[in-house]
């Protein structure tokens, strides 16, 4: 992500899931100047992350989540400014769970201003930030998740 050289500028980069943010800042930022580099000019970023500022509010909360073969279950800690997301996971056997892996993930926990602060740093324009996959508002209190969509 932050080295990655296309043999063209394209249209649009799209980083999506929360897939921004595993480095410290100043590889985060080498991340974001990538994309720039790698778009035309008036090309489009689209960048889709968690909520950060909500997640630490509601730190303490188990995330559970249950699908037709497995089930997730998630515990979130603050550490400095990194999130930090340990995802157990469970197959399903009959009504048993049966433990198959656990994945500790670090994320730099970007509230949204810093996040635009960023991102208005590298050049981006930004054009829009709404609520995941509504297309509402964004609304720092109650948005799970956040598209922002920037220009060059």
Same mark, same amino acid.
């Given at each position: ?15 999506w ?38 997640? #630490?509010?509601?730190? =303490?909360?188990? !995330?559970?989540? *249950?699908?037709?073969? /497995?089930?997730e279950?998630?515990?979130? +800690? ?6 930090v ?8 056997k009959?009504?048993d ?23 208005? #740093?590298?050049?981006? =324009?930004?054009? !829009?930030?709404? *609520?995941?996959?509504? /297309? ?5 209190? +109650?948005?799970g998740?956040?598209t ?5």
């Open positions: 992500m932050r080295y990655f050289k296309l043999n063209k500028e394209v249209d649009v980069v799209l980083n899931f929360t897939s921004f943010g595993y480095f410290d800042d100043k590889d985060n930022f080498k991340t974001l100047q990538n994309f720039y580099q790698n778009l035309r000019n008036g090309g489009i970023l689209i960048l889709e992350f968690r909520n950060m500022d909500l997640v #630490k509010l509601r730190e =303490k909360e188990i !995330e559970y989540e *249950e699908y037709e073969d /497995f089930v279950i998630g515990d979130i +800690k603050v550490e400095g400014n990194y999130l997301f340990d995802q157990k996971f469970y197959s399903k009959g009504r769970l049966i433990f198959v892996e656990e994945v500790v993930n670090k994320v730099r926990a970007y509230g949204i201003n810093e996040l635009k602060e960023i991102v208005e #740093k590298v050049n981006f =324009k930004i054009l !829009e930030v709404f *609520e995941t996959l509504t /297309f509402k508002n964004f609304d720092k209190q +109650k948005s998740r956040l922002l969509i920037a220009r060059k």
